[in-house]
């Protein structure tokens, strides 16, 4: 039987928010995508998005780091702060407000690079670690992170991210995510497209993650989203219906759409 050993004192409501998301809505065109959202994402916590496809889902994890920005026909309405801050403010530089972010994408998506400038790129490019020295030991503390280190150490320059298994390109990919140093981890079905033994190092890779960041997870996996998260947000037809501590929403959810989804009666 699960314990939702995840669902502790940590994630009450007066935890200060790291994100604030008010009345957030989202076209594409005349198409209404997201209708009022309204959420917080915590430090520290692992926030499910769970909901049938097409629900809104991948849209509203899209919207925390402006990944929306510059395509043709969206609009967005609504408040999104990240610290405080309102992320579309006039002021904020986009490339800068991303580097709080990580991304790590269904399909593993490595860069045709060596192991090594995988990891290396995004330190390089923000300037985080200066000389090679600490560019190498960058590299491998974000590798130890992404429980990838002992199977790679001695193919760093030799073998390419493509030359890896499924689930070693996606776990590259999450320390490719780590090396820019996020606030946030956004993980859009990262199990999605690997086999069941990879996924379980995935998950044993976020429930250490979360100790150290916010991670938000887009997961059709209703017993991967009761193994991972602190909380769990259920959208249906871009709405947000519920939205409660895991063993809330799996045992004694408010909404009965909520409850038909979770038990597995419609979905």
């Not at 499924?166 to 956004?186: E, K, N």
């Amino acid at each position: 039987m699960l314990d939702f050993a995840r669902d502790t004192a940590q994630e009450s409501a007066t935890t200060p928010a790291l994100i604030t998301v008010r009345d957030l809505s989202l076209w594409y065109g005349q198409k209404q995508a997201l209708k009022n959202i309204n959420f917080d994402l915590r430090p520290n916590e692992i926030l499910a998005f769970i909901g049938p496809s097409g629900c809104g889902k991948s849209t509203a994890l899209k919207c925390l780091n402006r990944m929306h920005d510059g395509v043709r026909g969206v609009h967005i309405k609504g408040d999104i702060r990240f610290d405080g801050k309102e992320i579309h403010d006039g002021d904020l530089d986009p490339p800068v407000f991303r580097r709080h972010f990580g991304w790590v994408a269904q399909k593993p998506n490595p860069f045709p690079w060596s192991i090594y400038e995988n990891v290396a790129y995004g330190a390089r490019l923000h300037g985080l670690a200066i000389g090679r020295a600490a560019l190498n030991d960058h590299v491998e503390d974000c590798l130890r992170r992404a429980l990838l280190w002992d199977e790679v150490k001695d193919d760093l320059h030799r073998k390419t991210g493509l030359d890896l298994s499924g689930g070693q390109q996606q776990r590259l990919c999450i320390a490719r995510a780590l090396s820019t140093m996020p606030d946030v981890l956004l993980m859009d079905e990262p199990t999605g497209s690997i086999d069941p033994v990879a996924t379980g190092h995935i998950e044993e890779l976020m429930l250490e993650l979360g100790r150290a960041h916010a991670l938000v997870v887009v997961t059709h996996s209703m017993m991967q989203a009761r193994r991972v998260a602190n909380r769990v947000a259920h959208f249906h037809l871009g709405e947000l219906i519920e939205l409660g501590t895991t063993k809330k929403v799996f045992t004694n959810p408010s909404d009965a759409r909520t409850k038909d989804f979770v038990s597995g009666a419609v979905g």
